[in-house]
């Protein structure tokens, strides 16, 4: 692969980050955000593919296959479960931020991102380092979704966009943290996933529904 | 020989968890909880003797890796753990004849616990920044199930907010972990993720995405240790959690992910110089304190009251690694020790109050000195030793940080926290004598004879209570032990 078609496929694929990340928030159906969630995993497993082919690591491409698997099928399809057995009128998202607000405050994190990893890029410049700044949006964007929605399920979908930033990251910095670190990762965010999800069944069956509005047992 | 002693720890909670998997909750099995966290006791014990002698221990290819600190932190999990566990029968059946809990959640409980054990023996003892972090976020998986095993309303709302607080906190240590192994990757030595590595190179690594790393670091970190400004699921989860559940989050898991934070600053004071971190932790530290005693003065519920102690007691720690120094930082891993002793009795004791009287609140407990003698002593003293009152160990620890505190360029931040200490002193005893004396409360059922507290129950709370203040009195041979461990985090061989 010549260095020049590697910039560029390497762009498209973070366009691919960004874009759905935005979408996640542009979208009110829970349904099309777990889709959009879904094609970001394609967009993330695609940029390791990427640089796994420029680097001709074969580990690499086995990650990328496994992320691949995880997190465009694994993931969404957990989600779209708990989301069938949601009921009617538990489908859209409640956020507490308006759509245009949302919008504008992922521009302010955008710059923001490009701001903060300055020195991220200039440790080692390279066409992927350079593509840091996007990791590091889609980290904000998950963060931002994370607070400002009301829904147990986008909460969750805030949790794991922020998890495809920083895997995203991870791989844009250097080749992986070593095959150990990654698998321990990866079976973690499952295993978490898998946690939210069952307690999100529980509260269903507690309190009827999983809105976290609801939640306002415990303060002080 | 050595592989298997670093091994244990770990292995001996996984074939315990196995156990209960495979024969489930019965008068045989109960005790092997016990039995399991006495032998992470005595590996934790024996390798502190074998590191001191010889120094730091690896095993499994480079994988384990246990120096001083790492042993004097399995002997605080292990002394907690016994604790927990050896109270741990006379809760399950307590709670089993209330019909709150079936054979079965008993042993899906014990399961869990020493998964939770093994999960915390490997971040201790774990060689590696990755390990590490994958065995903190596994203990916050494991122990999710535990704070929502009631599964009542209250309950499934601090497990959500914990599993959802504490992932995120750790996704941001996540993110730090892959910086820090970018900088790392880009110095002459190479060393990737390994502590000892890092230290060796850390002087070389770049101050700039070092600096964003180890902020991402200590918040990520600091959010499972309950620092603010993410400790908002702490006071849920402790207080919803079964109580020797609530005693090893409290007693161990804190420090566990305190003892991350100490490891990332090792790193950080050899690349950055010391301000950074310390700026860091200092607005931490205050943030906390100032949070624990503000909310804990009208506390009303005596499980949370104990929780936002936990928040003032590593907002100490914090303090006492932002001022760094040989003196405050053994004084900071003897708090650990103290802290964790003091809290798992009074988690235990608490838990013991609420299935007796069946309230959670302070007022609903009134006259306990009179119905419960014994329970009433031991939670008199566990708060007398929380609050750092000789001969408890908490009083010397207590002392060693504001000493070094006000020796260092941090003065005002110790007469601070000093005050703020006194603030939290003075409500916990009004709070605790509230609950203490006055006449019991007259009603329905409060004519009918409260259940004896079991022995072995009794048995644990005692002796706690008494290797507290004999930990006090003198730290016998741990204080090499001590000595060493604190030149580790001091970052000085």
């Known amino acids: ?220 | 020989m050595t592989t298997l002693l670093l091994l244990a720890p770990v292995a001996v909670p996984m074939l315990a968890a196995l156990a209960y998997l495979a024969f489930g909750w019965r008068p045989a099995t109960a005790w092997i909880s016990a039995a399991s966290a006495a032998l992470v006791l005595a590996a934790a014990i024996t390798s502190a003797a074998e590191v001191a002698t010889t120094g730091p221990r690896t095993a499994l290819g480079g994988l384990l890796r246990v120096d001083a600190l790492s042993a004097f932190m399995l002997i605080v999990i292990g002394a907690v753990a016994l604790l927990a566990t050896a109270a741990t029968p006379a809760h399950l059946s307590a709670e089993i004849d209330a019909d709150r809990a079936t054979p079965r959640t008993a042993a899906r409980h014990s399961l869990l616990v020493q998964a939770f054990l093994a999960a915390m023996a490997l971040a201790v003892s774990s060689a590696d920044l990755g390990v590490l972090w994958i065995a903190v976020e596994a203990t916050t998986i494991v122990t999710a199930f535990l704070v929502g095993q009631r599964r009542t309303r209250s309950a499934v709302e601090a497990a959500w907010k914990y599993v959802v607080i504490c992932s995120t906190g750790i996704a941001l240590a996540l993110l730090g972990t892959i910086l820090l192994n970018y900088a790392s990757q880009h110095t002459a030595a190479a060393a990737g993720l390994d502590w000892a590595g890092l230290v060796a190179s850390a002087h070389t690594l770049d101050p700039g995405v070092t600096r964003i790393a180890v902020a991402l670091l200590v918040i990520g970190f600091g959010a499972k240790a309950g620092l603010a400004p993410l400790h908002a699921w702490l006071p849920d989860a402790h207080s919803q959690a079964p109580a020797p559940v609530s005693a090893l989050m409290s007693g161990v898991l804190l420090s566990v992910a305190f003892y991350a934070v100490l490891r990332v600053k090792v790193i950080a004071d050899a690349a950055l110089g010391a301000g950074f971190t310390r700026t860091l932790l200092v607005i931490m530290a205050l943030a906390s304190l100032v949070l624990a005693a503000s909310l804990l003065m009208a506390q009303r519920d005596y499980k949370r009251m104990l929780a936002y102690s936990s928040i003032e007691h590593m907002g100490l720690l914090a303090l006492a690694a932002a001022v760094g120094g040989p003196l405050a930082m053994a004084a900071a891993l003897l708090h650990v020790l103290g802290h964790g002793l003091a809290k798992g009795v009074l988690f235990l004791s608490a838990g013991r109050i609420l299935q007796t009287t069946g309230a959670s609140r302070i007022e609903g407990v009134r006259g306990l000195a009179a119905r419960q003698p014994l329970l009433a002593g031991c939670v008199g003293f566990g708060v007398l030793a929380l609050i750092g009152l000789p001969p408890f160990s908490v009083f010397a620890s207590e002392l060693g940080i504001a000493r070094a505190g006000l020796a260092s360029g941090l003065g005002w931040a110790t007469v601070l926290a000093l005050i703020l200490v006194l603030v939290i002193a003075a409500a916990l005893i009004t709070h605790t004598s509230r609950m203490l004396l006055g006449t019991p409360p007259d009603g329905p059922g409060a004519a009918t004879a409260v259940p004896r507290l079991p022995v072995s129950a009794a048995t644990a709370l005692v002796v706690g209570l008494l290797v507290c203040a004999g930990v006090g009195i003198t730290t016998g041979p741990l204080t090499d032990l001590l000595r060493s461990a604190a030149t580790i985090v001091t970052g000085t061989p």
């Open chain 1, 1 to 220: 692969m010549s260095e020049a078609t590697y910039t560029q496929l390497l762009d498209v694929t973070c366009g691919g980050l960004l874009f759905t990340a935005v979408l996640v928030l542009w979208r009110k159906e829970l349904a099309v955000i777990i889709r959009v969630f879904a094609a970001q995993g394609v967009a993330l497993a695609a940029l390791v593919g990427v640089v796994a082919a420029h680097e001709r690591s074969a580990e690499l491409s086995g990650v990328a296959v496994g992320l691949l698997v995880l997190r465009a099928g694994v993931l969404p399809w957990l989600l779209h479960r708990a989301l069938a057995k949601a009921g009617p009128g538990r489908r859209e998202t409640r956020p507490l931020v308006n759509v245009a607000a949302s919008l504008l405050a992922a521009a302010v994190l955008t710059l923001l991102a490009y701001a903060v990893s300055q020195p991220l890029v200039a440790l080692a410049p390279s066409p992927a380092t350079h593509a840091i700044p996007v990791g590091l949006t889609v980290v904000l964007v998950g963060f931002f979704v994370l607070v400002t929605r009301r829904r147990a399920l986008s909460q969750l979908v805030g949790f794991l966009l922020m998890d495809n930033g920083i895997t995203a990251i991870g791989f844009l910095t250097t080749a992986g943290i070593g095959l150990l670190v990654e698998l321990g990762v990866s079976l973690d965010v499952l295993l978490a996933v898998l946690v939210l999800q069952i307690l999100t069944t529980r509260m269903r069956e507690t309190f009827g529904e999983a809105d976290l509005d609801e939640l306002r047992e415990l303060h002080d």
